[in-house]
């Protein structure tokens, strides 16, 4: 697929570093800049998989920052601007090294551990009686170690988090509020459109200042589980698999085909047309979640269109 962009080899002025995560590659500038490009990289299951997906890191990127400018009343975010449609730029933060996981439903990662016995999730209880997909009686966060690369997000307790030192409590009390705070906004953008959010993680950064405040994606498809809220309950009280919207789709794929990221599996082969139908669903995930037409960027030469973008930018 050669209207994808995989990766990136820039040279921008007064760079100072590259850090190259799962799906996004970040630019470290002088000034205290920092240039993210987010690629067509699909991750699933910790693992970044062979192909790209066409239009992803385009669509990613403007429901993120779309969704910056949403909360940036409630939470102060790190983004300047977007001088391409795979491009934000903004202030470099010192990241936390945890993920805010925060769940308003029994989905996905829970319901698989919930499925398994356990009722302890994260240091956190749920109730017994639930059956998959079934609301929490309220939100609950369940935070993740921030892996890198290759490795496995972990689940851990706001007790571990604090004791290990990973982060100062009063930092972590900061986080959990802001948590809180967007994924009420959130859920009621989602109820405008027509959706249930239904989980979804927030990282944070601290800047130079010492402010905290929202960094990476928020409320896309990657971070995020969407059910359409028509249907919901009949779906329910018939146990009806619930119509979705993230990205838990390709993971269904994979475990259907023998792939849940655990070692010795290898990756199943995802054709074109497969590929293609990711696609798509990328592009239904993006109108229904922002209301918006999709309006396709020219990717007849991704890699010179994003330098020429960003390097205006920078000389502007």
């Not at 403007?62 to 730029?89: H, S, Y």
């Not at 109730?127 to 998959?132: A, I, L, R, S, V």
Request: include cysteine.
């Amino acid at each position: 697929m050669n209207n994808t962009i995989i990766d990136t080899n820039f040279n921008f002025p007064g760079q100072k570093s590259v850090y190259k995560g799962k799906v996004r590659e970040v630019y470290t500038l002088e000034n205290n800049q920092l240039v993210m490009i987010a690629t067509d990289r699909l991750s699933a299951f910790d693992v970044v998989m062979p192909k790209g997906i066409p239009y992803k890191g385009q669509i990613l990127n403007q429901i993120a920052t779309k969704m910056m400018r949403a909360t940036e009343d409630l939470v102060p975010n790190w983004l300047t601007t977007v001088p391409d449609p795979n491009v934000a730029v903004g202030e470099a933060c010192e990241p936390f090294k945890v993920e805010m996981v925060i769940r308003g439903y029994m989905s996905g990662h829970a319901a698989r551990e919930y499925k398994a016995g356990n009722r302890l999730l994260c240091g956190v209880t749920m109730p017994d009686g639930m059956k998959e997909n079934d609301k929490f009686p309220h939100p609950i966060i369940t935070p993740a170690t921030k892996a890198e690369m290759g490795d496995h997000d972990e689940d851990i307790s706001r007790e571990d988090i604090i004791k290990r030192g990973i982060v100062a409590e009063e930092d972590y009390l900061i986080l959990e509020d802001y948590t809180r705070k967007l994924f009420q906004r959130g859920t009621e953008i989602a109820e405008s459109r027509g959706l249930i959010l239904v989980d979804t993680k927030y990282e944070f950064g601290k800047t130079m200042d010492g402010k905290i405040v929202l960094i990476d994606e928020i409320h896309t498809p990657d971070s995020s589980r969407y059910f359409y809220a028509e249907g919901y309950e009949e779906r329910q009280d018939t146990g009806e698999a619930q119509k979705q919207l993230s990205k838990e789709f390709v993971r269904q794929w994979l475990i259907q085909n023998g792939f849940q990221g655990l070692e010795g599996q290898k990756v199943p082969f995802m054709s074109d047309d497969y590929i293609e139908t990711v696609s798509e669903r990328y592009i239904e995930l993006y109108e229904n979640i922002t209301g918006e037409t999709f309006v396709k960027a020219d990717v007849s030469n991704i890699q010179n269109r994003i330098e020429k973008n960003v390097l205006n930018y920078l000389s502007s």
